[in-house]
């Protein structure tokens, strides 16, 4: 491939990803929103982590797999728990890595 | 002597320290994945400058990885560049998210922030947010600390892609998924929340069957929190 064509893509592509990770909060930051509305994306986050890590967990090659062989399902049960209770960021994360690593290991 | 002395302010460092703190689970899941994509755009055929130059200013794992595959089998410049553009137009919701908590910033800080604004960074920062008004200092701290672990992870792939195997006995792709399991658990204190945790997991299930791609973890979100906040202005009333 031509290194300039190249690198025009490059900057295409960073120019499309920019937009809209930036036009939203600089068109609403500088305004007040309806309460609805305000409502409405304080809910945006629980359901972006929702959206993105479920099927990362019960789908990870992009078919449902609720198998024992899934590890990072089983792996996230106890992480999932030990989250609700603690609040603990970097326990659950420390965690997580253990299990998974540990499983590898002598599994 | 009656002079009292004080000590010299810390300057914006303590924040700073801070802010690199609370990403260290983003580092741990950056690197590898990083890692990965440089070897893969190296095998792909990319040249190492413009294959380190999509990690400083495209910054998106999941686009970088499709983009690298499609040069790879030689698609056009304009499939690329769309393509990219329809993987990452899901910031647009998380972008206008975090606008109610930057109100006090100025148009060149939030032009800024949202420049490195990710899925992970999203997720860490609407946590945060949720305990109150932050510094920008820190707020800053956790995204610079994040692209220079993906773009340090990314020129160690290019460097030495050769040389090492496999990250997964380490288990460190389990780090991003525990990390956003940690966010989801502490989003989840009211009912109504959790109504838009259960609908946004199924409808993107769903959709993830159905093929829609993209476009189904967009309109996951855009469901799960209408649900939720409809939820919401129901038990309300």
């Known amino acids: ?107 | 002597m009656g002079s009292v002395r004080t000590l010299p302010a810390a300057g914006p460092w303590p924040e700073i320290l801070s802010g690199m703190r609370q990403a260290l689970p983003i580092v741990l899941g950056y690197v590898p994945v990083g890692f990965a994509y440089g070897v893969l755009a190296l095998k792909a055929g990319l040249p190492a400058i413009p294959a380190a130059l999509m990690s400083m200013i495209v910054f998106a794992g999941s686009a970088q990885f499709i983009a690298v595959g499609l040069l790879a089998v030689g698609a056009p410049a304009l499939t690329v560049i769309l393509t990219t553009f329809v993987v990452n137009l899901r910031h647009l919701l998380m972008s206008a998210a975090m606008a109610p908590h930057l109100r006090q910033w100025s148009r060149p800080g939030v032009a800024w922030f949202c420049f490195q604004l990710t899925d992970e960074t999203f997720a860490l920062h609407a946590t945060r947010f949720a305990r109150g008004p932050m510094s920008r200092a820190e707020t800053l701290a956790v995204n610079a600390t994040a692209q220079t672990a993906w773009v340090g992870g990314s020129i160690l792939g290019i460097l030495c892609g050769g040389l090492i195997g496999d990250v997964k006995p380490l288990g460190l792709d389990f780090a991003l998924p525990a990390m956003f399991l940690a966010l989801l658990a502490g989003q989840l204190g009211s009912r109504p929340r959790i109504a838009t945790a259960l609908a946004a997991a199924c409808f993107s299930l769903l959709f993830l069957t159905l093929g829609w791609g993209p476009w189904g973890v967009i309109a996951a979100c855009v469901l799960g929190a209408t649900f939720g906040s409809g939820v919401e202005s129901w038990t309300r009333s």
């Open chain 1, 1 to 107: 491939m031509d290194p300039k064509l190249i690198l025009l893509t490059i900057a295409g592509m960073a120019l499309v990803t920019y937009l809209p990770r930036m036009l939203p909060a600089l068109a609403l930051s500088s305004r007040r929103l309806s309460p609805w509305a305000e409502r409405w994306l304080s809910h945006v986050p629980a359901a972006v982590l929702s959206a993105l890590l479920v099927p990362s967990l019960l789908a990870p090659e992009g078919h449902v797999q609720a198998s024992w062989d899934n590890l990072f399902l089983w792996a996230a049960l106890p992480c999932f728990v030990l989250a609700l209770k603690t609040k603990s960021f970097f326990g659950v994360v420390a965690l997580g890595l253990g299990l998974v690593a540990g499983a590898r290991l002598f599994l």
